[in-house]
């Protein structure tokens, strides 16, 4: 069974960092595309970044220049860099394959921008 496990998120001020992480168990992350998707209060869960198996990436409008999304795959992890945080960041993150089908969604971390 397929289990993804997002960590990393957290309280920080606007212009901070943060790296995000999503170890997954019961796959092999490899051979999918995947993606870092985001909800935030009251908003439907949204595409953030996505990455092929073999490296091409895709940004939304709104973090083009600030996220990069990257895997190891010898670690089974896929990351989320996010730079230049803005109040709009704040969300809940979650990890899953791109496009979404069966796997279930993990609990995902909450990403909190504010001064």
């Known amino acids: 069974q397929v289990q993804l496990v997002e960590s990393g998120g957290g309280l920080v001020q606007p212009g901070g960092s943060l790296r995000l992480s999503c170890a997954a168990s019961?796959?092999?992350?490899?051979?999918?595309?995947m993606g870092w998707y985001r909800q935030a209060p009251g908003k439907q869960r949204e595409l953030v970044a996505a990455?092929?198996?073999?490296?091409?990436?895709i940004y939304a409008d709104s973090v083009k220049g600030r996220f990069t999304i990257s895997r190891d795959n010898a670690r089974n992890t896929v990351y989320l860099q996010m730079d230049s945080l803005i109040t709009e960041d704040t969300a809940v993150y979650y990890c899953?394959?791109?496009?979404?089908?069966?796997?279930?969604w993990g609990q995902g971390t909450q990403v909190t921008v504010s001064s």
């Open positions: 899953n394959v791109h496009p979404v089908g069966w796997w279930p």
């Open positions: 990455i092929t198996s073999g490296g091409n990436t």
């Open positions: 019961g796959t092999v992350l490899s051979i999918y595309a």
